[in-house]
């Protein structure tokens, strides 16, 4: 049993002072430090520096690690010339993308605080440096592929990564389903799919409206994604539209990513399904999307992440980079407000969408527990999510489980 008291705790969106948490494996309680003096008087109290928040741990519910040796290869400023890029480069990037630099990219995300995150995995190559990750991982197992002579093989090829991954759902892996979008997923296999999510209840994920070329050929078969088609797969005409697609997620609450293209009624529909959103400014920006409608996802209550997408379209995995970038982008949000919903949405929000046991300090939950530390007191507890964002670059202490994983030096 372990007693942390810090200058100020987050709990229930909110920042107490003058109190103290309570952990073993899960957390135990959460009090003053009189409440605690009395009920714990035989516990010595760890007094964190001045100026500690403690958070619970960060969750980064979007990122694809078999990308990560990528700096200066692939292309920014369109979706299409990135995906062309992405073509071109695959093979370099992914051999150059191995255990070491992986294991480097999950130590950072590590040490910016993230405690558990969404691996969005399109060859199950991150698969062992992520059993061996000292964070939780949510292991999504990526379907791809639209030509209908080599659906069939695909889809068994994603079943038993699906199977690998669930070997080792004792241990820190939680097996998960990615569809990888509208214009690259044949609808028969997304089908199957879905209706797998369904059957073992595991989590869904899914790119959606990414851009707006994708838009448009999922209306009219047009554009620049018409010219791709045709040249990589000789394929003139989208598969579905977005409705159509959408509609095949009714009823199972579903992660999709990006979603910058919405329009009002795609809102009410996610809404009325009770979807969410994975919200990855910084990967939206580098490959020429526009800001997701935020204003309009938080007015109509839809939860959504904020996450750093994979090094195929960043610079960092850093959660706090990502959140420093969507204060500067969405300036139609009062920024107090907006810090506020961006903790939440990293910590709250990314817990009930990848259902783990974190995310909120309070009994009974996992003790994954973020310590930051602001550089001067705050004068205004209102505050405190902003100064963190704009202030803090890497976490001071990181516990999973209760057992500390990660200290600044
Ligand atoms: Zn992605």
Redo the contacts with the bound molecule.
């Keep these: 049993m372990k007693i942390l008291q810090a200058d100020y705790i987050y709990v229930d969106g909110k920042y107490i002072e003058n109190s103290a948490i309570v952990f073993d494996k899960k957390i135990e309680y959460i009090g003053s430090i009189d409440d605690i003096l009395s009920k714990y008087p035989n516990i010595e109290i760890e007094k964190l520096a001045p100026n500690s928040v403690i958070f619970p741990g960060f969750i980064n519910t979007?990122v694809?690690l078999e990308f990560s040796s990528n700096q200066t290869t692939l292309e920014y400023g369109s979706f299409v010339g990135w995906l062309r890029s992405v073509m071109s480069n695959r093979e370099d990037i992914i051999s150059d993308s191995d255990n070491k630099t992986m294991r480097v990219a999950i130590y950072d995300m590590l040490a910016s605080g993230i405690t558990a995150y969404g691996a969005?995995s399109s060859y199950g190559g991150e698969l062992e440096e992520s059993i061996k990750a000292k964070q939780k991982v949510v292991f999504f197992n990526e379907l791809i592929g639209s030509n209908p002579q080599t659906v069939d093989m695909l889809y068994s090829d994603f079943l038993e990564r699906l199977e690998l991954s669930s070997n080792y759902s004792k241990e820190n892996i939680k097996p998960a389903i990615a569809i990888h979008s509208p214009y690259s997923v044949h609808l028969i296999v997304v089908k199957r799919a879905i209706a797998l999510a369904k059957e073992k209840q595991i989590p869904l994920s899914v790119?959606f409206l990414e851009s707006s070329s994708e838009k448009e050929w999922l209306a009219q078969s047009t554009g620049e994604f018409r010219e791709f088609f045709e040249e990589f797969l000789n394929q003139t005409n989208s598969l579905t539209t977005k409705d159509d697609f959408l509609d095949l997620f009714n009823g199972y609450s579903t992660h999709l990513?990006h979603a910058v293209e919405v329009d009002d009624d795609d809102i009410d529909k996610i809404s009325q399904n009770h979807h969410s959103i994975a919200h990855c400014p910084r990967s939206n920006r580098y490959l020429g999307g526009k800001p997701l409608p935020l204003k309009k996802i938080i007015d109509k209550d839809i939860k959504f992440s904020t996450a750093t997408?994979?090094m195929s379209s960043n610079y960092s995995l850093n959660i706090l980079d990502e959140l420093k970038s969507a204060l500067m982008i969405h300036h139609n949000i009062n920024i107090n407000i907006l810090a506020d919903k961006l903790i939440e949405s990293i910590t709250k929000s990314a817990n009930d969408i990848l259902g783990l046991n974190g995310g909120v300090l309070e009994e009974g939950r996992d003790s994954d527990i973020v310590v930051m530390r602001l550089p001067n007191e705050p004068k205004s507890m209102d505050r405190i999510s902003l100064w963190t964002i704009l202030h803090c670059n890497e976490a001071d202490k990181v516990y999973i489980d209760g057992k500390i994983v990660y200290q600044k030096i």
């Design positions: 979007h694809h969005i790119h990513t997408d994979g």
